[in-house]
């Protein structure tokens, strides 16, 4: 459908960070670039709303989230609460399918580039898909469908976040800690796993909430 298509265009222009934090979101000027009605750019941009992609303003229309705002570090404290515990379930009930999968989607995470030239300064999008699916692998073993789905919306409202907090971090050695969170996984270690993903969730947030530490390793 088409509105399927402005939408899935918007919410992918958003998180390549064509429309950077703070930038308003025109319905006039987004329905001329894909020529389509306000009808169907309103209902795409309703969407990205709910996925926590963007804002709508009270008498000032729609606009990307800033990367300051309190709800990054809010989304943070969500996903530090949660994911340790579903992970620690995970170890616990994930079997030897489960096993090969989460080593399997960190094959392909480890073997995709993060940046291509091509792409631009950002993650690239065939990176971005293997960080989900890996860091829902992990998780998948817990069975518990309705903690999937808590991550699923957790996931999706930290991408933006996430991604601008990369740019910004240029020296984070996100390869080694996705190898330690596979090893102490595979290893049934569920005290250092979860230690190692709270670690590794918090340097998001770190970067976001204070920016000298842009350069730093």
């Not at 990307?64 to 579903?86: G, H, S």
């Not at 971090?169 to 979860?194: I, Y």
Request: hydrophobic residues 40%; negative net charge; glycine residues 6%.
């Amino acid at each position: 459908m088409l509105s399927e298509q402005v939408y899935a265009h918007l919410r992918d222009a958003i998180l390549r960070g064509d429309h950077a934090p703070g930038d308003p979101l025109k319905p006039q000027d987004l329905a001329k670039e894909q020529g389509v009605s306000l009808a169907v750019v309103r209902e795409a941009l309703v969407r990205v709303v709910g996925e926590g992609l963007a804002d709508r303003l009270p008498n000032r229309g729609f606009a990307v989230p800033a990367v300051t705002d309190r709800r990054w570090q809010e989304i943070a404290e969500a996903r530090r609460t949660v994911e340790p515990v579903v992970l620690r379930m995970s170890i616990e009930r994930g079997d030897v399918d489960w096993e090969a999968r989460v080593r399997a989607s960190h094959h392909r995470l480890a073997r995709t580039p993060a940046y291509l030239p091509e792409e631009g300064e950002y993650y690239t999008s065939a990176w971005s898909e293997a960080h989900r699916v890996f860091h829902r692998t992990l998780l998948e073993g817990c069975g518990n469908p309705v903690l999937l789905e808590t991550f699923d919306r957790m996931w999706t409202a930290s991408e933006l976040a996430r991604r601008w907090s990369a740019h910004r971090t240029p020296g984070r050695d996100g390869v080694l800690e996705h190898r330690r969170l596979e090893e102490a996984a595979l290893a049934r270690d569920a005290d250092t796993a979860a230690e190692v993903l709270i670690r590794h969730l918090t340097q998001t947030a770190d970067a976001l909430a204070d920016p000298t530490t842009a350069s730093s390793p």
